[in-house]
C-alpha cells in the first residue's frame, strides 16, 4: 500500500493501481509518497521472481516477472502476479490472478493460466526484443515460476508448448 500525502491531507493507493499509464501516475497537484507498506503474508507462502535481459545488474530488463502463491488442499487459494516489460506499464495480471484462484494445482490449469497471461499483456517490438520474443518471455518465466514453486505437482514435460 502507498500512502501519498500533500498539503490537502494523505490517502492509501495499492501499488498496483499507482501505474495509469507511460510516465503516467496517480498522483495529484502536490502529493508525494510518503511510505510503502506491504502486508507480510500468511505461511504458508511461496515467492519467486525472474527477470531476463543482457546483464544482470543495473539494466532494464527485457521481461521480468514476481509471483506468490498459496497453496490449499491441492488448489490455488491466493495468485498475486506482476510482470514488466509487455506493457507500457508494470503490470498486475488481474485475470490470470483471478483465473486460477480456487482451481487445482495441475498442469492443465497452469497451461491454460499461461494463455489467460497472453491476453493481458501488450507488448511492443523493440530494442530489447520483438513483441513475439516478449511473449515467449514471459510464458517461460510464469512456466518457471510455477515449476519452482511447485515441483511436488509440475513437471517440464507437462507444461510446455505442444
Not at 46 to 69: G, P, Y
Not at 143 to 155: D, E, I, N, R
Request: net charge positive; with cysteine; charged share 25%.
Amino acid at each position: 500500500m502507498l500512502e501519498l500525502r500533500s498539503a490537502a491531507g494523505s490517502r492509501s493507493l495499492p501499488l498496483k493501481d499507482f501505474y495509469r499509464g507511460y510516465k503516467e501516475l496517480d498522483l495529484q497537484p502536490g502529493e508525494r509518497l510518503r511510505s510503502i507498506q506491504f502486508d507480510c503474508p500468511e505461511e504458508p507462502l511461496r515467492f519467486s521472481f525472474e527477470k531476463v535481459c543482457k546483464r544482470m545488474h543495473l539494466d532494464i530488463a527485457s521481461v521480468n516477472s514476481a509471483m506468490l502463491l498459496q497453496v490449499r488442499d491441492g488448489c490455488f487459494a491466493r495468485v498475486h502476479i506482476s510482470t514488466g516489460g509487455v506493457a507500457p506499464i508494470p503490470l498486475y495480471l488481474h485475470k490470470t490472478c483471478a483465473w486460477l484462484e480456487d482451481r487445482p494445482v495441475d498442469a492443465g490449469v497452469v497451461r491454460q493460466a499461461l494463455r489467460v497471461a497472453q491476453g493481458e499483456i501488450s507488448p511492443i517490438s523493440d530494442i530489447r526484443g520483438s513483441e513475439a520474443y516478449k511473449r515467449l518471455l514471459l510464458r517461460q518465466l510464469l512456466t518457471a515460476h510455477f515449476l519452482k514453486l511447485l515441483p511436488q505437482h509440475l513437471h517440464w514435460e507437462d507444461l510446455r508448448c505442444p
